[in-house]
C-alpha cells in the first residue's frame, strides 16, 4: 500500500504521495528523482506535478493526515471536489442540480473523476459531461478586470429547473449567459 500526505483546500481535499524510508520510494515512487533523494531528506512528500520536497508536518498547510491506499485515488471524488458545498464558487452542476466544487485549474480533474463515476465508458471526459446536461462554472477573469467573476457554462445552451434554481441560489441569474440559457431553455423545460 502507498502512503499519501491528505491536505485540505477549500475546494476539497488533495493528497500526494509520501515516503518515510529509502525502501518504499525505490520501490513505489515512478519519478527518476527518486534516486537523488539521501536518507536525511525523508520524510518527502511528491507533488502532481513531477517534484517533491522535505515534509515538515508542522509547517505544511492545510495538511490533514497521513493515509495508506491501493485504489487509483487515494481520496473518493466527493472529498477531493466537495459535493453541493455551501462555498462552492467554480466547478461541475449536474442535470439534477448537484454541485462539485474546483479551484480554477481543476475542471479537466474534476471532469475525470465524475466521468470514470458516472459514465465510465467515456473517452473524453469534458465533453461527455456536456454532452450529458452537466454545465460548468469557471473564473471569468480575463487578467484586465478588477475583480474574478463566474462565468457559466452549458454545451447545449440550455439548462435544467433543478440547474435553473442552483444557479438562483448561488447568485448567478443575473449573468448575461445564464439568462440567454434560461431563455433558450423555456421549451426545454
Known sequence: MKKYAVYKAATGYYYYEYYDTLES??????SP?????VEE????VFDNRGGYRSF???SEPGFQEIIESDKKYP???????FKNDDGFLLGWIS???DTYSCDFTGHAKCAVMLAEKFYPTALYPERTLGRKGWIKVIDSWDG???QHGQFVYSMSGKITNRQADKLFDLG?????????????SEDFW
Open 25 to 30: 520510494l525505490l520501490a513505489e515512487c515512478n
Open 33 to 37: 528523482l527518486r534516486f537523488a533523494i
Open 41 to 44: 531528506q525523508l520524510p518527502v
Open 56 to 58: 515538515h508536518p508542522e
Open 75 to 81: 481520496l473518493t471524488l466527493e472529498q477531493m471536489f
Open 95 to 97: 442535470p439534477d442540480g
Open 144 to 146: 484586465v478586470q478588477r
Open 172 to 184: 448567478l441569474y443575473d449573468n448575461p449567459e445564464v439568462k440567454q440559457m434560461l431563455k433558450d
